[in-house]
């Protein structure tokens, strides 16, 4: 059984940090790699971050870039996304999925398993 958890989410004030982590468990299949998205309500989910599993490729949205980090480790099979100078248009939940096949590493629709989210608030 193919599991993604996500924890690490909560509220922090602008200008803070946070550090997510996504802990995959029961692939069977060697992954390409491992995404962060995130979603407010009424608003489609979109695109924050990605790490290639053997290369360590990273990619990310440009509302991030800078601010947030990407990283794994590989034999913990655990994905980290290291958010700073957090601003409140950061507030969603977030969500990390795994990918088995390479292409469009900013396109949901090629990611296979998703967690279930954490949430992320920031406000002062």
């Known amino acids: 059984q193919r599991q993604l958890v996500e924890s690490g989410g909560g509220l922090v004030q602008p200008g803070g940090s946070l550090r997510l982590s996504c802990i995959i468990s029961g692939s069977f299949f060697t992954r390409a790699g491992v995404g962060w998205f995130r979603q407010v309500p009424g608003k489609e989910r979109e695109f924050v971050a990605a790490v290639t599993w053997t290369g360590g490729t990273t990619y990310y949205a440009d509302s991030v870039k800078g601010r947030f980090t990407i990283s794994k480790d590989n034999p913990k099979n655990t994905v980290y996304l290291q958010m700073n100078s957090l601003i409140p248009e950061d507030t969603a939940v977030y969500y990390c999925?795994?990918?088995?096949?390479?292409?469009?590493?900013?396109?949901?629709?090629?990611?296979?398993?998703w967690g279930q989210g954490t949430q992320v608030t920031v406000s002062s």
């Open positions: 999925a795994t990918r088995y096949i390479s292409g469009n590493y900013y396109a949901q629709s090629e990611y296979k398993y």
